[in-house]
């Protein structure tokens, strides 16, 4: 790594200029698959209740550095990881608790993973795991969840039917209310549209507008226009670097970089 990459890191850094601390904030994080290194020096702060986009062409390491957010890379033999990551003044890879950061740090995948259960015993299962047994406490949970997914009215009448006889759009906003159950702080969603069609999308994309009053949301996309409308601040990632960070309207219209530039305006990747 050359002492030029990290300044110039430490510089884009420096660029977010915001009067609230930062939820996360990473310092030169570097993660290996084994030989490979497939993040460099990265240097990132992320605000509360904002929604940050990580954008890139496909196998820049917009998912790896999702997954060091909440350690789901410990889970790959062969990865490892160095710098800090810090949230809530708390560093996560120093701490032993990983299934308290998992509850504070929820996901979202690509392609909706619900279990084949029910609607309410998906959303119930979580809380149920986390020790809550009271029906009447479950009840609100499951509700509150599923109007916090903006999802409840299409499906309050068939809590008790299998959730894989929903839509895939609806699936994917029942997978947010499974997050949601978890009564989580930050929500990470990897490219949670990808499999829907335009109107479901802009279900979630929606969704995504509302959540951010009470949570941070960290969000990958290989969509621009979806980027631009739902995001706060975007960073662009290429080859395991972060190239540019900043507001997502400088980003878009004022990009500092030429490689940004070329790549939100679709000259490649
Ligand atoms: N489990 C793994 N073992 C080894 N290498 C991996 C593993 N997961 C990812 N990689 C490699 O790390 C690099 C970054 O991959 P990553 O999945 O983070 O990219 P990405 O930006 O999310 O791409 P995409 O847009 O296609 O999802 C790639 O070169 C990829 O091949
Ligand atoms: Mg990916």
């Known amino acids: 790594m050359s002492a030029t990459v990290v300044e110039r890191n430490k510089e884009a850094r420096k660029r977010i200029v915001s009067d609230k601390a930062a939820k996360i904030s990473v310092k ?26 990580l954008i890139g062409p496909s196998g820049c390491g917009k998912s790896t550095f999702l ?7 410990d889970l790959i033999d062969g990865v490892k990881i160095s710098g800090d990551i810090v949230i809530d003044n708390e560093n996560i890879y120093k701490s032993n608790d990983v299934i308290k950061l998992r509850t504070k740090v929820g996901m979202v995948f690509q392609k909706p993973n619900l279990f084949p259960m029910s609607i309410y015993d998906n959303v119930a299962y979580g809380p149920r795991m ?27 009448d068939r809590l008790k039917t299998s959730a894989l006889g929903l839509s895939g759009g609806q699936q994917q906003r029942v997978c947010i209310a499974r997050a949601i159950a978890m009564k989580p702080e930050i929500i990470l969603m990897d490219e949670p549209t990808s499999a829907l069609d335009p109107i479901s999308t802009l279900k979630v994309e929606e969704l995504i507008a509302q959540m951010k009053k009470d949570y941070t949301i960290v969000i990958v996309t290989h969509n ?3 980027a631009a409308r739902v995001s706060d601040k975007t960073a662009f990632f290429l080859s395991g670097e972060v190239i540019e960070y900043d507001e997502t309207n400088t980003i878009f219209s004022m990009p500092k970089d030429q490689r940004t530039e ?7 990747g």
């Open 224 to 226: 621009m226009q979806q």
């Open 67 to 73: 997954r060091t957010l909440n350690r789901m890379n």
């Open 262 to 268: 070329d790549y939100v305006t679709g000259r490649f």
């Open 130 to 156: 986390q020790g809550i047994k009271s029906k009447k406490e479950l009840n609100r949970i499951v509700e509150e969840s599923l109007r916090g997914a903006a999802i409840w009215d299409e499906v309050k």
């Open 28 to 53: 030169d994080l570097n993660l290996y698959y084994g030989e490979k290194q497939a993040l460099y020096s990265i240097e990132l702060d992320i605000q509360e209740k904002e929604v940050t986009a």
